[in-house]
């Protein structure tokens, strides 16, 4: 069996999402060495979503001091493509926007809490 390469990437959170996020964690039986897998599949859940673009202005809306807190997690090469080419998308609407890789990570975790899964 081939193993899939991975990638570290962080993302800095709030307080309060990073604690929302580690609880939702918990409660579905992840754990917390298993929060990378939990976000790629927030991840392609987010980006399953037509609107995704638009939603991912939730992850830009966040005052930027308020992301006091850095998440390390690990990503396959499939889902670090998708990101990128998500990016690109919302870069085409968002042309000034920074840190869109981050915005569009944060915005999938809060996606993923509002759905409760």
């Given at each position: ?50 609107n ?15 992301l ?43 996606y ?6």
């Amino acid at each position: 069996m081939q193993e899939k390469k991975t990638k570290k990437v962080t993302v800095r959170f709030s307080k309060r999402l990073k604690s929302e996020m580690l609880n939702a964690l918990i409660k579905s039986g992840y754990g917390l060495r298993s929060k990378s897998k939990w976000l790629v599949e927030a991840i392609q859940l987010f980006l399953k979503q037509p609107n995704f673009v638009e939603l991912s202005e939730q992850g830009i809306d966040i005052n930027q001091a308020e992301l006091t807190e850095v998440e390390a997690f690990y990503l396959d090469s499939n889902t670090i493509e998708n990101v990128k080419k998500a990016s690109i998308d919302i870069r085409k609407q968002h042309p000034l926007f920074e840190g869109v890789q981050s915005a569009l990570i944060r915005s999938a975790v809060i996606y993923r809490l509002m759905l409760g899964k």
